[in-house]
């Protein structure tokens, strides 16, 4: 299963809020990961797109600023 | 005087955080002994596509004493139009912390601005029953910053609950602690569990992982968390809770 979907034309993590591993697989093969600020840091994988500063959170998920 | 001081919507994806930058504006307004600032308060706004936050839209809120308040106003617009990212919406939200004010229908446009979309009109009539005491100012963009500045100042005001800015650190060498320890050394005032009652209990805790603490019931708050028979004070961060933010 692919782990981002395009919703009107974003592209948006297909694993919601709570797909820790998935975060942090994403993230480790990602060029372009950057930790966001401390306060913004929500799990504890060091490199999750859940901790990225190019994720913008969505009601249900989040959406990808680099993708 | 005493005053809420609270900016929003200055940032965008390579700059510091709203929160960094309302530091170092206030350690910039303590060097020129404009102001002394308390704890920064985060406060998470209302997360929605038609609301062009950078990554998370929360706002950060700080306590400020001055005694000269045109000139500190003064200085914090021009610290915003300098140093706020470019393509940033910077809004600033200077609010008298007065225990004779009533802040009752400022809080309730705090509380919209947490479940619903809200435009800078809303703002501003929220801010009318204000005037002459409240400062509403845009500072670039399109100046929505103003929303999440004035929403945030509000809910500061009305004691809500926020986490405060930063984290505690365990020290080395050192795990073992009593509540009024631990409160006595960070500067805690109340100690609750993760359903928010109070633990009047002197218990021993184990500190070893770093933790936050949130502005709750108008105090500093630690919470406190059993896990396995052990209590503490609840880990920064915990990969497996449902909700992220």
Known sequence: ?67 | MKLFVCIDDTDNYDSIGTGELLENMMGEAAIKDLAKSGFTVRYQLYIHEDIPYTSHNSSMCCTVETTDLDAFTGFCESYLEEYSAEGSDPGLCILPDDENLDYSSLIAFGKRAQNEVLTKQDAYKAAENFSGEIHLSEHGGTGGGIIGALAGAALRAGKEEGRIKGKLQPLPNKPEWTLSEFASVYGVARFADEEGNKITENLSIRFVHPTKLLYSKGQVTAVIVNENGCYMPKPKIKKNKEKNQ
């Open chain 1, 1 to 67: 299963m692919t782990a981002w979907m395009k919703i009107n034309g974003k592209t948006v993590f297909s694993g919601g809020k709570s797909a820790f591993d998935a975060a942090a697989r994403e993230a480790e093969n990602c060029l372009f990961f950057s930790e966001d600020c401390e306060d913004e840091l929500v799990c504890d994988d060091a490199v999750s797109c859940y901790n990225c500063r190019y994720r913008r959170w969505t009601a249900d998920s989040f959406e990808c600023m680099k993708r």
